[in-house]
């Protein structure tokens, strides 16, 4: 018997590589607007991206705005004149098609699909996850995506969570794990559903002393024997 049933997976940067995504992604939506992209830029661009996303998640801005304030403020640092909602959705377009996976992240849900059921919850944009996740070798081993723009609540948010327990048959938060990159969307929102979380903490970043992780691993392939009770 494993020792989880039901798996909540993060999308992005957990199995998804995002940072192979995002770069090409923005590549050719500036591209397309006569914009050839540096590495600075490309950097510039990510910061922009994950202080939007944070916004989100804080409540701050709503996934409509999300879309094109991040491509405003880029094109604010760098005074380039250019459409903002073309350049967005140039980005989305061209990002739907970008499907990279981490590494191992199909032999992990490949062995963890015997055991176990596999879901997806992510924050993504729908269009943008459904086409990474549909082209994706993983996809058959996933029970259902739960996408925040469907649910029409995001991750921290309990409700969220609440979202996805109810359908989930049978589901039980005694024998369910989230696992996710992410200590305030993934492991704040785990936490907060009084689920047990994994930590896939990559970057061997500190966590806080007051947040209560079950696990913590530097590895996706460490997620396996917590799961299975190996």
Request: proline share 4%.
């Amino acid at each position: 018997m494993p020792r989880y049933r039901t798996v909540l997976f993060d999308a992005d940067q957990t199995l998804l590589d995002f940072k192979r995504s995002e770069p090409a992604a923005l590549c050719e939506a500036l591209a397309a607007m006569g914009v050839a992209a540096d590495a600075a830029m490309l950097k510039k661009y990510s910061e922009i991206n994950s202080a939007t996303w944070k916004r989100l998640e804080r409540g701050e801005i709503t996934k409509t705005e999300l879309r094109t304030v991040r491509f405003a403020d880029f094109c604010d640092h760098y005074n380039f004149s250019l459409d903002v909602e073309q350049l967005a959705e140039r980005y989305l377009t061209s990002l739907a098609t970008k499907s990279f996976l981490m590494d191992g992240a199909l032999e992990i849900c490949r062995a963890l699909a015997k055991h176990c059921r596999l879901y997806i919850i992510t924050n993504g944009i729908a269009s943008v996850q459904h086409g990474r996740l549909d082209q994706s070798p993983i996809r058959p081993y996933f029970h259902e995506l739960f996408i925040s723009d469907e649910l029409g609540v995001e991750k921290p948010d309990k409700a969220f969570f609440e979202k996805v327990a109810a359908r989930i048959p049978d589901f039980d938060p005694a024998d369910t794990l989230v696992v996710g990159d992410s200590l305030s969307s993934d492991i704040g929102g785990g936490i907060g559903a009084g689920l047990d979380t994994c930590w896939l903490n990559q970057n061997g970043l500190e966590a806080p002393c007051d947040m209560k992780i079950t696990y913590t691993v530097t590895r996706l392939e460490d997620v396996v024997p917590l799961i299975l009770g190996a």
